[in-house]
């Protein structure tokens, strides 16, 4: 399975990106898919609970196998590199990351 994750960039406080990931495989038979981001000096965290709670959300278009996170009112603390991953049949995948920079 490839992954090509798109749509990161820089933005202010508030505002909005939508990042995308098209997967090689029919995203439909995929078993798992997630986004996980790593900000400089932190390990990589899993994109979910109440962090981002209310202002990002997940979801998946299998007639385009691509999964898309949507992120609302960003903050500096959201800063960090997003990684589109997927566990197919116990493998993992990962995509190559996108920045997402987001200013005071």
């Known amino acids: 399975v490839q992954l090509q994750a798109s749509g990161g960039g820089l933005v202010q406080a508030g505002g909005s990106l939508r990042l995308s990931c098209v997967s090689s495989?029919?995203?439909?038979?995929?078993?798992?898919m997630a986004w996980y981001r790593q900000a400089p000096g932190t390990a990589r965290e899993l994109v979910a609970g109440?962090?981002?709670?209310?202002r990002f959300t997940f979801s998946r278009d299998n007639s385009k196998n691509t999964v898309y996170l949507q992120m609302n009112d960003l903050t500096p603390k959201d800063t960090a590199v997003y990684y589109c991953?997927?566990?197919?049949?116990?493998?993992?995948?990962w995509g190559e990351g996108t920045q997402v920079t987001v200013s005071s």
């Open positions: 109440d962090a981002v709670k209310g």
């Open positions: 991953y997927a566990r197919d049949r116990g493998t993992d995948y």
């Open positions: 495989k029919n995203t439909v038979d995929i078993n798992y």
